[in-house]
């Protein structure tokens, strides 16, 4: 019985190991060469307050160990803003909005131009509208970070997956 469970584990085990799969942010092989290239890109200054809490998380993720000092490629990303009621009360007043950010980027070479790739990500963040002007204020910019993390991720996923190819 013991011999049987062994035999199929150690089989199951050859399968996986045979199929392929190799994860994106390894350290060897191709995907040694995708940290590699991530770091070589710079992250240009991106307008706004929100933009600068996305810039920071992206050089978090693409560049961890710091900005190169000659770096091959540019990454320019656009940032736009939507915000829409999506809860509104018997009196007409809206009690909930979702924050929609989209990120418009390009992938350039070091001279900024030619795009190597373009992309969008997009991120939807809700809060609720209360009495407070100040609660409000702070639940918005909290919902402005969230969404700029999550477009970090994102673009750093899509980069990854690019580089990869």
Known sequence: ????KLLTSVILLLMVG??????LYGRTGDNAKVQ???????VLP?????????????LDR????????????????VLESKKAGVAIDSDAS????????????????????TSFYNGVAQSISAYNVV???F????????????SAIVLAEEIHRQLSVYFSR
């Open 1 to 4: 019985m013991w011999l049987s």
């Open 18 to 23: 045979a199929c392929g799969f190799q994860p």
């Open 36 to 42: 590699a290239q991530l770091s070589q890109t710079y």
């Open 46 to 58: 991106i307008e706004g307050r929100t933009g600068q809490i996305l810039r920071n998380n992206l």
């Open 62 to 77: 693409v560049t961890p160990t710091g900005v190169p000092a000659s770096a091959a490629y540019q990454l320019r990303v």
């Open 94 to 113: 809206t009690n909930r909005i979702n924050l929609t950010l989209r990120a418009r980027y390009s992938l350039l070479d070091r001279t900024g131009k």
């Open 131 to 133: 009495d407070s002007d």
């Open 135 to 146: 609660a409000n204020l702070s639940a918005e910019k909290n919902a402005e970070k969230r």
